[in-house]
């Protein structure tokens, strides 16, 4: 998401600005201004929105092969946080019962009833109009307006419609997390490219993968919230099965890529693909032994993994040296 939201939460150990709210305990007004304030911060998930900085600098980069638009790249991350914050609030605002149920979970503002309802619904949408009108401003029209469809995706599609509904809600739900890609190219170019279609395909299969090996970790806290993660209702041999394929497949759409790129995100893909793919096999061959498995160990590493490819990509789109596809044209 993410945008840069990923569905299933923020991550193993809950929002860090909830757990720095937490500290200012005081009873002074600045002491309850801070909490307050940081409740809010805490309502967009920060961690979350990390993946919208991976995301979208190195796509728009390879939007922009060689050239560097620093003006451009922070008025969109900006109109792209916003988004997110949009998106990520509301969804703690349609998930506040749950959250009440799950440790994982029990601390956000709004479980914790840190920020009223009505006040967060607010906030959310608030942000979802500013990231609007300001990627509508600095950028186009097709980045504001993909902006909106992700936060009503989020919202409605996977948190009301799929969350509590079946157990492949991550699967669908998660193309909420892979706008990013068509943000930051619409921004450049006005349109969309094959390169974003491919880019929004590596962040598509690579969210099961990361979700699912989170959810196997936390799956008990899901259970008796009532939501049908797949760790819920699978064996894990199924889940790790499902998890080594979603991995090749991302994998793959990353070397799919190439063309469009130069050696450099080549070497870097194939290298990083052949680690995570390690990785994959690794939890599943564990779980059919019968062994007493980590799950969490792959889901914070599949962070590492989705971070050093596009950081590889925009290292490569900045020296902007000549396509591997330019060679067989």
């Not at 506040?96 to 009505?118: G, H």
């Not at 096999?281 to 969490?296: D, F, M």
Request: glycine share 10%; aromatic share 10%.
């Amino acid at each position: 998401m993410r945008i840069g939201q990923q569905p299933g939460g923020d991550g193993a150990h809950g929002s860090s600005a909830t757990a720095l709210a937490d500290r200012f305990t005081g009873p002074g007004l600045p002491s309850r201004l801070m909490r307050r304030g940081l409740a809010y911060v805490a309502l967009t998930k920060p961690r979350v929105i990390e993946l919208l900085l991976v995301a979208t600098i190195p796509t728009m980069l390879l939007a922009d092969r060689g050239t560097v638009d620093i003006r451009l790249i922070l008025a969109t991350l900006f109109g792209g946080w916003m988004g997110a914050a949009s998106a990520n609030t509301l969804n703690c605002v349609a998930d506040a019962d749950i959250d009440k149920v799950m440790k994982r979970t029990a601390k956000r503002p709004l479980a914790r009833e840190a920020v009223p309802t009505r006040n967060a619904f607010v906030f959310g949408v608030v942000l979802g109009l500013g990231s609007f009108a300001w990627l509508w401003w600095q950028a186009n029209l097709l980045s504001g307006l993909l902006v909106v469809a992700t936060i009503l995706f989020y919202v409605f599609v996977y948190t009301l419609g799929l969350k509590r509904r079946t157990s492949q809600n991550v699967v669908w739900g998660g193309a909420a997390g892979c706008m990013p890609a068509l943000v930051g190219w619409s921004a450049v170019t006005g349109g969309i490219g094959w390169p974003a279609v491919a880019l929004f395909g590596v962040i598509f299969f690579w969210t099961p993968p990361h979700t699912w090996a989170l959810a196997m970790r936390y799956k008990e806290d899901y259970r008796a919230a009532g939501v049908p993660m797949l760790p819920v209702v699978a064996t894990e041999r199924a889940v790790t099965k499902q998890i080594v394929v979603y991995t090749w497949l991302t994998v793959l759409t990353t070397l799919a890529l190439a063309p469009a790129t130069g050696v450099i995100y080549a070497a870097v893909a194939l290298v990083a693909g052949a680690w995570f793919l390690l990785m994959a096999h690794q939890l599943y061959a564990g779980v059919r032994r019968g062994e007493s498995v980590k799950p969490l160990r792959l889901f914070l590493q599949s962070n590492n993994y989705l971070a050093v490819v596009f950081c590889g990509l925009a290292v490569d789109s900045v020296l902007g040296w000549d396509t591997i596809g330019s060679f067989f044209s």
